[in-house]
T-cell receptor, first 115, second 112 residues
Framework: NAGVTQTPKFQVLKTGQSMTLQCAQDMNHNSMYWYRQDPGMGLRLIYY???????DKGEVPNGYNVSRLNKREFSLRLESAAPSQTSVYFC??????????????FGAGTRLSVL | QKEVEQDPGPLSVPEGAIVSLNCTYSNSAFQYFMWYRQYSRKGPELLMYTYSSGNKEDGRFTAQVDKSSKYISLFIRDSQPSDSATYLC????????????FGKGNQVVVIP
């Protein structure tokens, strides 16, 4: 049972470089999410996808783009990385975005440093 | 005022002690309440989930919700070193936009 798988686990970028964080879930969930977690800030929602073919901005979308490639996969792209994007990124999925309880299941995270 | 407030700690307790964690919230529409546990360098994992007011017990863990005070708690009895982690509260409304609102997390260290 893999659950939510994120790649890569670690990445170091130089300012201005681009990269894509990959996320895949094998629970047949409809909804997927990208968060960033910073010390003292908690989890902040970057983008989410309520269902295949739809994406929406969360609390901190600036500097990011997303693609819901299919039901299983949801990628996060940094077009021109900035030091302020140094963070730990988590992907999550849930059965339904509008399910009453919206229990989300998280991946192990990607630690990104932008120099 | 942030929707969910959680004192980040850290909280250090001796093994066997009772750990008490809590969150307050401002949105009276929240109906579903969760506690996630996050070990160092891992993703959050769901620990407990409750609906509306009341208590829920699961082994050494008890979750309480007091909607009248907009206050939720997590108690860990007979704490173990393996309970050392960050605990995040999360909550959501029953209808409409069901984004999870998270607390910032409370780091707990259980000392052997």
């Amino acid at each position: 049972n893999a659950g939510v798988t994120q790649t890569p686990k670690f990445q170091v970028l130089k300012t201005g470089q681009s990269m894509t964080l990959q996320c895949a879930q094998d629970m047949n969930h409809n909804s997927m999410y990208w968060y960033r977690q910073d010390p003292g800030m908690g989890l902040r929602l970057i983008y989410y996808s309520a269902s295949e073919g739809t994406t929406d901005k969360g609390e901190v979308p600036n500097g990011y783009n997303v693609s819901r490639l299919n039901k299983r996969e949801f990628s996060l792209r940094l077009e021109s990385a900035a030091p302020s994007q140094t963070s730990v990124y988590f992907c999550a999925s849930s059965e339904e975005d509008r399910a009453r309880e919206n229990i989300q299941y998280f991946g192990a995270g990607t630690r990104l440093s932008v120099l | 005022q942030k929707e969910v407030e959680q004192d980040p700690g850290p909280l250090s307790v001796p093994e066997g002690a009772i750990v008490s964690l809590n969150c307050t919230y401002s949105n009276s529409a929240f109906q579903y309440f969760m506690w996630y546990r996050q070990y160092s360098r891992k993703g959050p994992e769901l620990l407990m989930y409750t609906y509306s007011s009341g208590n829920k017990e699961d082994g050494r863990f008890t979750a309480q919700v007091d909607k009248s005070s907009k206050y939720i708690s997590l108690f860990i009895r007979d704490s173990q070193p393996s309970d050392s982690a960050t605990y995040l509260c999360a909550m959501t409304r029953a209808n409409g936009n069901n984004r999870l609102a998270f607390g910032k997390g409370n780091q707990v260290v259980v000392i052997p």
